[in-house]
T-cell receptor
Framework: IAGITQAPTSQILAAGRRMTLRCTQD?????MYWYRQDLGLGLRLIHY???????GKGEVPDGYSVSRANTDDFPLTLASAVPSQTSVYFC????????????FGEGSRLTVL | GQNIDQPTEMTATEGAIVQINCTYQ??????LFWYQQHAGEAPTFLSY??LDGLEEKGRFSSFLSRSKGYSYLLLKELQMKDSASYLC??????????WGAGTKLIIKP
């Protein structure tokens, strides 16, 4: 693993199903983030974690949950997917918190039908 | 509310120069980022400005005026591979990133 890895890269999901997007980084960065990106809108922060064991809500947290059991992993869970959660999801990490360069995963394209 | 404004789309010619503007209104300011995002790919870091002035990095330069709430990204000697979206993002007083919607740059031969 080099950098930050997301899985799956693409998924079609029936509404109401539970889904977990995985994110792993090997850079030992303390801060990790989940964003969604929709056409015509900027990246919107879903949840973040400043360090292992802590998480916080971003701009659009409803319908999503995260955990940060260790430094490397930051999974995002949709408990019961809805069509409005169709989006491209990016996981990112930073070694310097708010003012540090973000390193992004390749993205997970999720379609909820 | 917090707001970042960028043009939605710009077109330029290969070999030319283009300036992409970003204006912002945020609660506090702790720096401004520019990221490049090719279609279907992840954003990648281009520059970070926290003090007023011009930062040059190869063919790309980024300018900041904190008093005007304004930044621009200047791309020189445009190449076809520069066709991408360019994202402006501001770090607010809570050290959260506020993102613009991005500017899609189309390069024509």
């Amino acid at each position: 693993i080099a950098g930050i890895t997301q899985a799956p890269t693409s998924q079609i999901l029936a509404a109401g199903r539970r889904m977990t997007l995985r994110c792993t980084q090997d850079m030992r960065h303390n801060a990790m983030y989940w964003y969604r990106q929709d056409l015509g809108l900027g990246l919107r922060l879903i949840h973040y974690s400043n360090t292992a064991g802590t998480t916080g809500k971003g701009e659009v947290p409803d319908g999503y949950s995260v955990s940060r059991a260790n430094t490397d992993d930051f999974p995002l869970t949709l408990a019961s997917a809805v069509p409005s959660q169709t989006s491209v999801y990016f996981c990112a990490s930073s070694g310097q918190g708010g003012t540090g360069e973000l390193f992004f995963g390749e993205g997970s394209r999720l379609t909820v039908l | 509310g917090q707001n970042i404004d960028q043009p939605t789309e710009m077109t330029a010619t290969e070999g030319a120069i283009v300036q992409i503007n970003c204006t912002y209104q945020t609660s506090g300011f702790n720096g401004l980022f520019w990221y490049q995002q090719h279609a279907g790919e992840a954003p990648t870091f281009l520059s970070y400005n926290v003090l007023d002035g011009l930062e040059e990095k190869g063919r790309f330069s980024s300018f900041l005026s904190r008093s005007k709430g304004y930044s621009y990204l200047l791309l020189k000697e445009l190449q076809m591979k520069d066709s991408a979206s360019y994202l402006c993002a501001v770090v607010d007083s809570n050290y959260q990133l506020i993102w613009g919607a991005g500017t899609k740059l189309i390069i024509k031969p």
